[in-house]
């Protein structure tokens, strides 16, 4: 086997079959979904996710203030709870100092993990703090959820309407005018640069989805909707028409800035944590309903999903590449 | 309140006191122990624990294979689920991959973990790969503990015995020689080294001494025996006579080799992973006896709680301070 330019489901894959043989017989779900679920007593499911902020991979001082950083963390490791149906339960952080950040700004992070914490009612339990060549917040959630409501990203069925609970694009857009790659607007501006720093887990939304039994698979979207659409596909096995893509309206705005078609940016978009669902096509309308009067919002359809593998546009032929975030490794 | 100069646990104080406003009525144990602690049903109490492994910080490429640095992170937190008295379920990985890795390096990685986990009994269930300027290994384990068996570093009380699973400073001894700042024969030399790369965690002795009403608190050593010890005493409110410092053979010939005392160098080692434990004193010779018939090891006792805060040596007055690993931060 060589590993020339393996892309991360492929690493994910590799790395997963070398820990295949640690087994534990509660673990109900272990590698490759939001999260993992074990099962502490026979009436519970816990659910366990990590995820790592780095900076200069994920922000830089000039994109975030260390209090974004410490929401956005959250945020994301929520995000993942929420994909699965799960209610938070509490946190750890590993948290890696760089240098150049001082105890004023360390505690300003940690002023942003509590306000998201208390904003998702979970408790920060612990962790650990070292010196690291720059900041890194790897924080773990757990959370906790009926084991009749474990939803997955696998149980994608074809002709199930994919739908999302919100817009794409905006945390593009917000990057992107906090680079300074773009100006926009002052008031589309500041929507973009709230979406990017201070984005929401739709975790009210999550719990509500995973008790329908009309709702099959879901995942949060953080690298993207071409992304994460495409590997709720490949773990349900089947593949989607992308009808409609909801584009968050600064995204059209920054999409035009830069001369790309709107959907083209809102599909690689990423950090928006929206979550995508699978949705039986009968109980659609039906559900939508129920979802506005519930949150008054909408479930935006957003296309439908196929036997044929892959992701094509609305005229069901024209393929739709995995724009999102994608780590790639060179080979060994 | 001004941050010049902040020692790790002051830090710890510092940051908790900000997350003190979060909350879950199901979190019993929270920042401050080895590990904090659930209560996922009304019999049933969940353990977790977070802890990052940095390159540069705490290992080299010249000091450790990325084999090595897969089991060693996987014992590290494994071990605080040990001094909890928890029994390991699952970890979860949050993986920062230096641009010096390759797919090879990092299938090594993993082949550690999955080895070490297999010797722990617990599930590898999940992670997140991401970029970062060095190779980041943050993990995360859960397991699961009696609620009559949950030991704290805070039970420890005056008059108890201070004992330990096993001798102090090999470790350091290891990375000492792996550096190349001293040269030991080789059978010391291949001890040290392994004890530096290939630690184990005292699970099962964790456990077992966990069990029992006579151990009243428990630390894991990974900061050395004179910082760790010194926490199990901040926390349950009193201070220890050390009378005998047990030293490895390799750490004694390590000290010889750089003209160091032995019980010193022990003292100020750190990553060795046995576990401080706090014994009733009537009770010590006692569980000594059946430990001894359990795990056909000692238990070395090394001396006394007592009312008087802060560590000192045999004598009873000549301080010792916490030479072992500690965090501290610049001002803001």
Same mark, same amino acid.
Do not use: N, Q
């Given at each position: 086997m060589t590993h020339a330019g393996l892309r991360e489901d492929e690493l994910v894959t590799a790395l997963r079959g070398i820990v295949e043989g640690t087994r534990e017989t509660r673990v109900v779900v272990g590698i490759g979904d939001d999260a993992a679920v074990w099962q502490p007593s026979r009436s519970h499911r816990s659910v366990v996710t990590s995820d790592a902020l780095v900076e200069g991979v994920h922000f830089t001082r000039q994109t975030m203030s260390a209090y974004d950083v410490g929401w956005r963390s959250t945020v994301a490791n929520v995000s993942d709870l929420a994909a699965m149906g799960a209610r938070p339960v509490l946190v750890t952080i590993a948290l890696g100092i760089g240098a150049q950040w001082n105890v004023t700004e360390l505690l300003d992070l940690y002023r942003g993990i509590a306000d998201a914490a208390k904003t998702y009612g979970l408790a920060v339990a612990g962790g650990d703090l070292t010196r690291a060549p720059a900041l890194i917040v790897a924080m773990t959630a757990i959370g906790e959820v009926r084991p009749s409501h $474990?939803?997955?990203?696998?149980?994608g069925r074809s002709g199930d309407v994919i739908a999302s609970t919100g817009d794409f694009g905006a945390s593009r857009a917000g990057l992107d005018v906090a680079r300074g790659a773009i100006a926009l607007d002052p008031p589309m501006a500041e929507a973009a640069t709230c979406a990017h720093r201070r984005p929401r887990a739709r975790v009210a939304q999550g719990q509500w989805l995973a008790a329908?039994?009309? $709702?099959h698979a879901m995942i949060d979207c953080s690298d993207g909707l071409s992304t994460d659409l495409a590997r709720l596909c490949e773990s349900s096995g089947v593949g989607a028409v992308v009808e409609h893509v909801p584009v968050a309206p600064a995204a059209c705005a920054a999409a035009a800035a830069i001369g790309e078609p709107a959907h083209a940016y809102a599909l690689a978009g990423? #950090? #928006?944590y929206e979550l995508i669902v699978a949705i039986d096509a009968h109980a659609f309308a039906y559900l939508a309903g129920r979802y506005r009067t519930r949150f008054g919002d909408e479930l935006r359809a957003i296309g439908t999903l196929r036997r044929e593998p892959g992701l094509v546009a609305g005229d069901g032929e024209t393929p739709l590449g995995r724009t999102g975030w994608e780590l790639r490794l060179g080979a060994g």
């Open positions: $474990v939803t997955l990203r696998s149980g329908s039994a009309h $709702v990423g #950090e #928006e």
